[in-house]
């Protein structure tokens, strides 16, 4: 199963509030992945961590990747109504099992106009 | 450039039966993994394929069963169909086994 906490489940937030969503793990990954999935449609990449410590943004996002290796947050700042989606953390680590991604459980996110 | 494409987009099945699932990946990348995604759930690892050799798998059991053609394609085949086979199948290719995956919209498939 899953290995990955992903909080909250789903958030329902206003146009032009900002959004933070974070993803915790029992085990040490060597990249972070944030993933937005709309309907009917695969996940699309957003954001890459490769570093602990390492903060990266792409636009109105924002994520980091925790000192621990173990966790991993999302920010979105003035969210907008494109915004809906789930968004999904991902851990990828070399194992056995190939460079598998782990994914969480995501977060739902509306956003009211 | 062509993005990943799966086909057949949805699927409807009995339970005991087979089916199979193709992906093509995007030009230019080698390796292909196949995720499955039950509703309202992340997506869960089922195998990657690199250079026509399955390069690892998640915790499915051996009725899952993958291939990789030499122009990079692969496919998903699951046999003895269970109820709980019932999801979006992934597709998602890479270079090289490297971190750039790129998914497909993925294979909605029913079992009833």
């Known amino acids: 199963g899953q290995q990955l906490n992903q909080s909250p489940q789903s958030m329902f937030i206003q146009e032009g509030e900002d959004v933070s969503m974070n993803c915790t793990s029992s085990?040490?990954?060597?990249?972070w992945l944030w993933y937005k999935q709309d309907p009917g449609e695969g996940p699309v990449l957003l954001i890459a961590?490769?570093?602990?410590?390492e903060l990266t943004s792409n636009g109105r996002l924002t994520a980091q990747f925790g000192i621990t290796r173990k966790d991993s947050f999302l920010n979105i700042s003035a969210s907008i109504p494109s915004d809906v989606g789930i968004y999904f953390c991902?851990?990828?680590?070399?194992?056995?099992?190939?460079?598998?991604?782990?994914f969480g459980g995501g977060t739902r996110l509306m956003v009211k106009p | 450039e062509t993005g990943v494409t799966q086909s057949p987009t949805h699927l409807i099945k009995t339970r005991g039966q087979q089916v199979t699932l193709r992906c093509s990946s995007q030009?230019?990348?080698?390796?292909v993994s196949w995720y499955q995604q039950a509703l309202g759930q992340g997506p869960q690892f089922i195998f990657q394929?690199?250079?026509?050799?399955?390069?690892g798998r998640g915790n499915f059991p051996p009725r899952f069963s993958g291939l990789q053609f030499p122009n990079y394609s692969s496919e998903l085949n699951v046999n003895a169909l269970e109820l709980d086979d019932s999801a979006l199948y992934l597709c998602?290719?890479?270079?090289?086994?490297?971190?750039?995956?790129?998914f497909g919209s993925g294979t909605r498939l029913t079992v009833v």
């Open positions: 998602a290719s890479s270079v090289d086994r490297g971190h750039g995956y790129t």
């Open positions: 085990s040490i990954f060597n990249t």
């Open positions: 961590l490769y570093k602990a410590g």
């Open positions: 991902a851990g990828q680590g070399l194992n056995n099992a190939g460079n598998m991604l782990t």
């Open positions: 030009s230019g990348h080698n390796t």
């Open positions: 394929y690199y250079r026509e050799e399955e390069n």
